[in-house]
């Protein structure tokens, strides 16, 4: 997985908005769950949110729920993570996950990682 972070390189102030996405290549989205967790200094790895590989019905971490919107485009193996009003407490490495199944609950069950994209939001 390749996971890219839009608009501005990752930094961001508090209020802003930012787009991660999440590109895949060697295979086929269609039957891959995807989620975005990310870590911050000294804490462990968390779901942030995930969408389903069958109908689309997403997860949302209570932190994030009404700011964070997950998406996804099969048809251009691309995941998206639409970060709107970012606090500073949203900063972290954030890395994109796929699992063949329908849908992801844990890091445990993730079969694939993307490289960590930083964001920091900081005024």
């Known amino acids: 997985l390749r996971s890219s972070c839009r608009l501005g390189g990752g930094l961001v102030q508090p209020g802003g908005s930012l787009r991660l996405s999440c590109a895949a290549s060697?295979?086929?989205?269609?039957?891959?769950?995807f989620g975005w967790f990310r870590q911050a200094p000294g804490k462990e790895r968390e779901l942030v949110s995930s969408?389903?590989?069958?109908?689309?019905?997403?997860y949302y971490a209570d932190s994030v729920k009404g700011r964070f919107t997950i998406s996804r485009d099969n048809a251009r193996k691309t995941v998206y993570l639409q970060m709107n009003s970012l606090k500073p407490e949203d900063t972290a490495v954030y890395y994109c996950?796929?699992?063949?199944?329908?849908?992801?609950?844990?890091?445990?069950?993730?079969?694939?990682w993307g490289k960590g994209t930083q964001v920091t939001v900081s005024s």
């Open positions: 996950a796929a699992d063949y199944s329908d849908a992801i609950y844990s890091a445990i069950s993730v079969d694939y």
């Open positions: 969408i389903s590989s069958s109908d689309g019905s997403t």
């Open positions: 060697g295979f086929t989205l269609d039957y891959y769950a």
